[in-house]
């Protein structure tokens, strides 16, 4: 092996990490607990080290380049795998046991949690995930809470937040839904179909038409804030939705339409108390997600 290609400092890679992660170079430092002019410096020197620029520098905050995009996709397999390395050596070197309370969206929390959760059963077998469906910060600051995913970061400085990427989303019916009304070939088609989505539509329905599907509250027929029940009510055939890929796509009671449509990623961000990061029991969960969920989560 050539160890000399692999020598590197790693506080350099991970200030890198945290600023494309955080997006600002304060919020890196934040993360990293250190100072702003800290990693500017490790950035700069592993921009030279490498002698390529990776981050542009702007009023609005650090800009990938080519080179820093390729770069990134490397450094966060490497941190998955050091995740990975610390999950095992946690799980060897102490008995990891107890209660770790996990809360997110219905969805989330119903779909896709419970198979990134499974390894836990065999790495740390007495850890006891609980999951909470719910939305509200205000979980974690009651400490009703020890892990949440969220769609947006939260603001309060007792949080510590990862972001993860983002989750496709795409446009859903039931096939027996198409089969009966017919498969739209353009947005405008598609603005003549029915659609399944939230109480307040008024979002909704400025994302639709963004997307050229002219919409209004006529085209939806029913309603829900849960998205477990509109999942089940476009399988049931009452129409069409924006939902995630990872719960739909395989899944043969779902049928995409007009895949070349650009539809938007939803952010995924995973939280915790800023004092419970030394926890091990938390940090192995928390490690477990992120690695389980940047299978899914698309790198912004």
């Known amino acids: 092996m050539n160890w000399d290609a692999i020598s590197f400092d790693w506080n350099q890679v991970r200030a890198f990490l945290a600023t494309v992660e955080e997006g600002t170079f304060s919020a890196a430092a934040r993360a990293l607990k250190t100072t702003q002019p800290t990693i500017g410096r490790q950035i700069a020197e592993l921009e030279e080290r490498l002698g390529v620029t990776l981050l542009e520098r ?15 996709h490397h450094v966060r397999a490497m941190s998955d795998a050091a995740v990975m390395v610390s999950m095992a050596a ?35 077998p007495g850890l006891r995930p609980i999951l909470i469906s719910s939305n509200s910060v205000d979980d974690l600051l009651r400490r009703e809470a020890d892990i949440a995913v969220r769609h ?40 003549d179909l029915t659609f399944v989505g939230p109480t307040e539509q008024g979002e909704v329905h400025a994302l639709m038409n963004g997307l050229g599907i002219p919409v209004n509250a006529r085209n939806f027929i029913i309603g829900s804030d849960a ?38 990623q939803m952010p995924v961000w995973l939280v915790t108390h800023r004092e419970l990061q030394t926890s091990k029991r938390i940090r192995i969960v928390f490690d477990q997600i992120a690695h389980g969920l940047s299978q899914y989560a698309k790198a912004d």
């Open 227 to 264: 998205g477990v029940a509109i999942s089940g009510c476009v399988k049931a055939g009452y129409g069409v939705s924006l939902l995630p890929a990872a719960t739909c796509e395989g899944d043969p009671g779902f049928e995409r339409i007009l895949p070349d449509l650009p539809t938007p």
């Open 90 to 124: 946690v799980s060897q070197s102490a008995e990891v046991s107890g209660t770790v309370r996990i809360t997110a969206f219905d969805m989330m929390a119903a779909q896709l949690l419970p198979t990134i959760l499974l390894p836990l059963r065999d790495k740390a």
């Open 152 to 191: 947006v970061r939260p603001e309060q400085p007792e949080l510590v937040a990862r972001r993860l990427g983002g989750l496709a989303t795409n446009l859903y019916a039931a096939p027996s839904y198409l089969d009966r009304v017919g498969r739209p070939k353009s947005p405008r088609e598609a603005g």
């Open 58 to 72: 702007s009023p609005k905050g650090p800009n990938l380049t080519e080179a820093g995009g390729v770069l990134l």
